[in-house]
T-cell receptor, first 113, second 111 residues
Framework: EPEVTQTPSHQVTQMGQEVILRCVPI?????FYWYRQILGQKVEFLVS????????KSEIFDDQFSVERPDGSNFTLKIRSTKLEDSAMYFC???????????FGSGTRLTVV | TQLLEQSPQFLSIQEGENLTVYCNSS?????LQWYRQEPGEGPVLLVT?????EVKKLKRLTFQFGDARKDSSLHITAAQTGDTGLYLC???????????FGTGTRLKVLA
């Protein structure tokens, strides 16, 4: 069964450093998303991406965050200057349409120290 | 602010019992999804419902979307230990790409 692949599975970084989280969505999917889940809390929407541009972003997704689809297969989330409160599980997801066929990856656990 | 409240928060039952978990909001959703999430893993989509009053069945799981599209329920018949996990509902409003996730129901099915 097709799956969304995320790397790395775990990333530890120093506060203030830049991190790039990588995702390979399902190949025929058109919509791409990043969500995050702070330990013990709800899954939260960060950003959606369609047709090579951001279609929607949450208030969490400030100027420190950016997304890119550099080569037609990878989908990346960059955090420019990490803060302690960025520590969370980051999930990439992709879907066939706006509502259907959502598939989440296994996540990247980001720990900022 | 849109909120999705799930109840109960925790549920522990014996194998073979039936159960229902609920997902409620004061907001209207164009689409509602149910997921199951295992520890350390991403949510796995179980079903998407988009029509008020819609009922979908997935083996022993029955999902219902409320007529007013503000609430949903998940009913499991004859629960098995493999049903243990965190069940999440998520709703999206018309004209938006983002899903708002509920607080989750943690289900434990005992042998």
């Amino acid at each position: 069964e097709p799956e969304v692949t995320q790397t790395p599975s775990h990333q530890v970084t120093q506060m203030g450093q830049e991190v790039i989280l990588r995702c390979v969505p399902i190949s025929n999917h058109l919509y791409f998303y990043w969500y995050r889940q702070i330990l013990g809390q709800k899954v939260e929407f960060l950003v959606s991406f369609y047709n090579n541009e951001i279609s929607e972003k949450s208030e969490i997704f400030d100027d420190q965050f950016s997304v890119e689809r550099p080569d037609g297969s990878n989908f990346t989330l960059k955090i420019r200057s990490t803060k302690l409160e960025d520590s969370a599980m980051y999930f990439c997801a992709s879907s066939t349409t706006h509502y259907y066929g959502y598939t989440f990856g296994s996540g990247t656990r980001l720990t900022v120290v | 602010t849109q909120l999705l409240e799930q109840s109960p928060q925790f549920l522990s039952i014996q194998e073979g019992e039936n159960l229902t978990v609920y997902c409620n909001s004061s907001s209207v959703f164009s689409s509602l999804q149910w997921y199951r999430q295992e520890p350390g893993e991403g949510p796995v989509l179980l079903v998407t419902v988009v029509t008020g009053g819609e009922v979908k069945k997935l083996k022993r799981l029955t999902f219902q979307f409320g007529d007013a599209r503000k609430d949903s329920s998940l009913h499991i018949t004859a629960a098995q230990t493999g049903d243990t996990g965190l069940y999440l509902c998520a709703g999206a409003s018309s004209g938006t790409y983002k899903y708002i996730f509920g607080t989750g129901t943690r289900l434990k099915v005992l042998a």
